[in-house]
């Protein structure tokens, strides 16, 4: 998150290898089917079933000694060809001939010794350095080559005009193999390189520099040497190499890789430089040999911006401090970085320094570095990761006096906050803060810059963001990811904050508000934590949906259930609970209304159909069955002792006494009657009940006086009931007069069943009918039975 000022270095430090790529760059749009990769396979020939339309071809670290014609001419859109790390020992370019689109061509690190020249017109990267050639592989036809970027050669001697024939030519890259050069001692040679932007020169890596020949190059941007070896004596030797090749004005980049040296060589080198125009030096991976002792070192005026040193190994382990720290600490320079050593230290700047820029990357720094330093007045930017800091409020007691830092990234060191009860102190310059992958606890938020606008924290070991904190008005970007925080901050101490990152902790349930208290967000990123899918996070999810997608990074994906387990791996955006199972009083009401409808209902269906009624019935039914069950064996064996009950309304008792009764006794028949049969001292309902059980069938003669009498539903009720229980057919229905459907109530439901779903015998008002009507009763009654009485006789 540090947005330091050392890409601006990097801009130019790299500006030699942008040539290159720029340069060299071929651009393919018919896609990746059309590259074949056959490096590293053991192969000591191009393999024959090539695809044909093969445009990239890579045959690198190989046992391949020959090229032939016939190898590659059947691949006539070859564009890249990469034959580097084989044996091949002798080229005939013609063999490229049928590729007339082939640009790239990689032969370095073979054994070539010679090649045959050949028209070709296409190459726009040619390399065959690091091979056995005693003098430069130029042909004439390389003139040619006008869309030449990149040229990589080798060579055991060196003679000025060698490069003659591509003079005119103006390349972006030579890449110069000079590991094997060698002439005899004392003798010189040049070599003339007129138009190129950056040059590259390697050699032998471990006999030490003795190259002499003076190289003068035109329009030189960016030069590199490899494999430098120098001690005090050959120290001049390499001195004088560098003073044709940094006389012209256009070097604005030096970079020496691999380079061992003595301190005093190494001062002597800068002290060379100082006053040319490069303006950015780049050391990597630089040895200090035998001893380091003060030297002289005059800071003139330089045009020299930037001094970068990658990966110093110091074999001196008795020396002076100060000796090595002073030749850096007061270079009148804006940059420098020292990165990958074994500093422990670096000393303050004894006046006022030029410096804005210092990067100190993975060094043995300790919280003393730059204590009580008010020199660096000017310095923007400071980079202290990977080293031994551990005391944040030191930290910020470092910075005090640095009225002019922006920047400042301490980033994986030991730190930690609330050591100290004081108040930490901070320089009100800072904006940009990274303390990132420290073991920084809550209290961070109490030692911070006041004017802070970009502050990373992330893999720290913070669980909350305290409510009491210093208001951060300024905040606008602030990363917690890879902490252990459960929720999401709120803005109300960030009024500013526009950017969080806060993936990786352990926020289950983040707070449904969060957007409206954070009106300015546009960017968030709080996937990958572990979300418990309840209802709590319904709002949340309804809120991040309504949000671009812009806003939200790595949404949906990176934003799924943990919990509960049937929900694990579910996207959020696919997790839904309704309304009614998460809003308690939603629920609350949504019960008392439906229970109220279904009070209101059961009311209605008990008024509508007389349920109560029934329920009467019903009780009373069971209490007389329960009775029942206590009445001796003996006496359950006098059950039928009637063959017919008959159920009448009063009104109706003149028919049944002139007209039923007679008949069905004169048949022979028993009839059980209510005023003469039913036993006093027993509730009518039991009487109803004993009736009925005794008697084969039950008679009700209906009427519109039937459906009036109460009694009479009570008999029906009981009888039909009778009829489940017992399992026969026992009810006889006559219809003494009719009754229309709408007379008979609502609540007699029973008897409107009976009448559509049973047959009955109607009571003919013709004298004729009658004889019909009685063969009916009698042929309900076909079934002779032996009744027994009252005193236990026995009567057919």
């Not at 030449?148 to 003079?167: E, H, R």
């Not at 390697?202 to 120098?230: D, M």
């Not at 804006?334 to 990357?361: E, G, R, V, W, Y």
């Not at 059980?693 to 009981?718: A, D, G, M, R, T």
């Amino acid at each position: 998150m540090t947005k330091d000022k050392e890409p601006v270095v990097k801009s130019f430090n790299f500006v030699c290898l942008m040539i290159i790529i720029v340069g060299t760059r071929i651009q393919f749009s018919d896609g990746s089917e059309f590259a074949v990769d056959q490096s590293k396979r053991g192969l000591t020939h191009v393999p024959k079933d090539l695809p044909l339309k093969t445009k990239v071809l890579d045959m690198s670290h190989n046992y391949i000694a020959e090229l032939q014609v016939s190898d590659i001419r059947f691949l006539s859109e070859l564009k890249v060809l990469r034959l580097s790390h084989n044996k091949i020992q002798l080229l005939d370019l013609s063999v490229f001939k049928f590729n007339q689109d082939l640009e790239y061509l990689d032969l370095s690190h073979n054994q070539l010794q010679k090649i045959s020249c050949h028209p070709i017109m296409s190459f726009r990267h040619l390399d065959l350095s690091f091979n056995d050639f005693k003098a430069l592989p130029i042909c004439k036809q390389f003139g040619n080559l006008s869309q030449l970027n990149f040229l990589g050669l080798s060579a055991m001697k060196l003679q000025k005009l060698d490069l003659l024939p591509i003079a005119h030519l103006h390349l972006s890259y030579i890449l110069l193999d000079l590991r094997n050069y060698y002439i005899k001692e004392n003798e010189t040679e040049s070599l003339q390189i007129l138009n190129a932007k950056t040059l590259h020169l390697v050699f032998h890596p471990t006999s030490l520099f003795s190259i002499q020949v003076n190289i003068s190059v035109n329009t030189l941007g960016c030069l590199q040497l490899t494999n430098i070896k120098l001690n005090d004596d050959n120290c001049q030797v390499f001195i004088k190499f560098l003073l044709e090749l940094t006389r012209g004005p256009t070097l604005l980049n030096f970079t020496l890789n691999h380079i061992e040296t003595t301190w005093k060589c190494l001062v002597r080198v800068f002290q060379f430089l100082w006053p040319k125009p490069v303006e950015y030096l780049n050391i990597y991976n630089l040895t200090i040999i035998e001893s380091i002792q003060e030297e002289d070192f005059t800071y003139s005026k330089t045009t020299l911006k930037a001094l970068k040193i990658e990966h110093i190994t110091n074999q001196v382990f008795i020396f002076s401090q100060t000796a090595l720290y002073t030749v850096f600490s007061e270079m009148n320079i804006m940059m420098l970085t020292i990165s990958d050593t074994p500093f422990i230290h670096m000393l303050c700047p004894h006046a006022p320094s030029t410096f804005k820029f210092l990067n100190f990357t993975q060094n043995v720094f300790t919280d003393s570095i730059f204590e009580k330093c008010s020199t660096l007045v000017k310095l923007e930017t400071l980079i202290l990761q990977k080293n031994g800091l551990k005391d944040l409020f030191k930290v910020g007691l470092m910075t005090k006096d640095m009225p002019s830092l922006e920047i400042l990234d301490v980033s994986w060191n030991s730190l930690e906050s609330g050591r100290h009860k004081e108040n930490c102190t901070w320089v009100e310059s800072i904006v940009v803060l990274n303390l990132s992958s420290n073991t920084l606890t809550d209290s961070v938020f109490r030692c911070l810059p006041p004017r802070i606008k970009v502050l990373d924290l992330h893999n720290n070991k913070i669980k909350s963001i305290p409510k009491q904190v210093i208001k951060l008005e300024a905040l606008q970007e602030l990363n917690v990811a890879f902490n252990s925080l459960t929720d999401l901050p709120g803005c109300g101490s960030f009024s500013s904050l526009s950017v969080l990152v806060i993936d990786h902790n352990s926020v289950s349930h983040p707070s449904a508000d969060f957007f409206q208290s954070c009106q300015k967000m546009r960017s968030i990123k709080a996937g990958n934590n572990p979300f418990q899918c309840t209802c709590e996070l319904r709002e949340f999810v309804k809120n991040i949906e309504q949000v671009s997608s812009e806003v939200v990074e790595g949404w949906p994906d990176s934003y799924k259930c943990d919990y509960p387990e049937s929900y694990r791996g579910t996207p959020l955006k696919d997790f839904h609970m309704s309304e009614l199972s998460c809003n308690i009083t939603l629920l609350i009401v949504t019960i008392g209304a439906t229970m109220l409808v279904l009070a209101v209902t059961v009311t209605f269906l008990c008024i509508y159909l007389d349920l109560p009624w029934y329920l009467r019935m019903v009780c009373q039914w069971t209490q007389t069955r329960r009775r029942a069950r206590n009445v001796p064996l003996e006496e359950l064996q006098r059950n039928l002792q009637f063959h017919a009950f008959i159920s009448y309304s009063e009104h109706d008792s003149a028919w049944v006494k002139n007209e039923l009764v007679p008949y069905l006794e004169k048949e022979g028949m028993q009839v059980c009657l209510h005023e003469r049969n039913f036993v006093p001292g027993k509730s009518i309902v039991e009487n109803i009940i004993n009736c009925i059980e005794k008697s084969y069938k039950s008679i009700f003669v209906l009427s519109p006086n039937f459906v009036q009498s109460e009694w009479c539903h009570y008999e029906l009720y009981f009888a039909h009931h009778n009829l489940f229980h017992e399992g026969s057919n026992n009810l006889i229905l006559i219809l003494l007069e009719p009754i229309p459907q709408n007379s008979i109530p609502n609540k007699y439901h029973k008897l409107r069943a009976l009448m559509t779903q049973r047959t009955y015998l109607q009571w003919p008002k013709e004298k004729s009918k009658r004889g019909l009507f009685w063969a009916n009763i009698r042929a309900t009654f076909n079934v002779k039975l032996t009744l027994v009485t009252e005193n236990n006789d026995v009567k057919s």
